[in-house]
């Protein structure tokens, strides 16, 4: 069973930073891709990053490039978004996720919801003006 659980969220002011993990455990992390996706009140859930297996491809949403890491250590299983310049539109739950199927390639990103499989319980930041 793969469980995914997020930590670091909290509240910060414009312009802070933080850092969000995700553990995950029941199966291979390095075999997988995996993602971080956000929803804000009121709207549905959005990409935010992925990264490939081994780390060596990361792809970014247009609204958080430049501004935030997606990064992984697979000897930890945990996966990392390292979050700059925060503002208050990135206040949301962030969820990390991760796919059903092993990735075949390195440059494999998902950046689609339905790709992804296992989602973790969520866990809230707010960016305060």
């Known amino acids: 069973q793969v469980q995914l659980v997020e930590s670091g969220g909290g509240l910060v002011q414009a312009g802070g930073s933080l850092r969000l993990s995700c553990t995950a455990s029941g199966r291979t992390f390095s075999s997988y891709a995996m993602g971080w996706f956000r929803q804000a009140p009121g709207k549905e859930r959005a990409f935010v990053a992925a990264i490939s297996k081994s780390g060596g491809t990361t792809y970014y949403a247009d609204a958080v490039k430049g501004r935030f890491t997606i990064s992984r250590d697979n000897a930890k299983n945990t996966l990392y978004l390292q979050m700059n310049s925060l503002k208050p539109d990135d206040t949301a739950d962030y969820y990390c996720?991760?796919?059903?199927?092993?990735?075949?390639?390195?440059?494999?990103?998902?950046?689609?919801?339905?790709?992804?499989?296992?989602w973790g319980q969520g866990t809230q930041v707010t960016v305060s003006s």
């Open positions: 996720a991760a796919p059903k199927y092993e990735s075949g390639s390195d440059s494999y990103t998902p950046s689609r919801q339905w790709r992804y499989e296992y």
